[in-house]
């Protein structure tokens, strides 16, 4: 069985900073691209960003662009997204999923809620 | 980016009805449109990808058509646990973006 949980979300001030982790379990992690996708709160979905599965390519949303950076650890079937210089607008839920040969995101975690408040 | 208008924005349907939500890309997308539902508090799960292949574990109810900008998403007899928003989301181009969400209540 396919399984992401994600972990790491918390409440931060503007400006600092906050690393987020997605463990996968249940298939090849080393065969997929993963994305990380947001959601503020009552606002639809947003693609925040991408990687390859050998981690040799990543892409950002341009609201994040220069501030988050993605990464991976196929050793330990984990993925990252280091966020700095967090801002109020960050505020979301913050999905890990897997991303599927045909592009689309077929696996999801459950989330996991960053604060960014004063 | 390629932007993604979805429509309505909220429906309510009776049960046995049929629902139709529509998805228009500003850029033609070939048939990179993939489906999802999210229900309150849960996180969104596939229904369709490339635009009409159905997702495994996806109830038959739900179909998906389109290429090119203009896309559908058809429950073709609604039930009640299909209350959710639903979501359109193109993978032809980068940045990936998602439409603004349909939400279909039960009458």
Known sequence: EVQLVESGGGSVQPGGSLTLSCAASGFTFTNHWMVWVRQGPGKGLVWVSRIKSDGAITTYADSVKGRFTVSRDNAKNILYLQMNSLRVEDTAVYYCARESISEDFDYWGQGTLVTVSS | ?107
């Open chain 2, 1 to 107: 980016e390629i932007v993604l208008t979805q429509s309505p924005d909220f429906q309510s349907v009776a049960p046995k009805e049929r629902v139709t939500i529509t998805c228009r890309a500003s850029q033609t997308i070939g048939s990179s449109l993939h489906w999802y539902q999210q229900k309150p508090g849960q996180s969104p799960k596939l229904l369709v990808r490339y635009a009409s292949q159905s997702f495994s574990g996806a109830p038959s109810r739900f179909s998906g058509s389109g290429s090119g900008t203009d896309f559908t998403l058809t429950i073709k007899s609604l039930e009640a646990e299909d209350a959710a928003t639903y979501y359109c989301h193109q993978s032809g181009s980068l940045p990936f973006t998602f439409g603004g969400g349909t939400k279909v209540e039960i009458k």
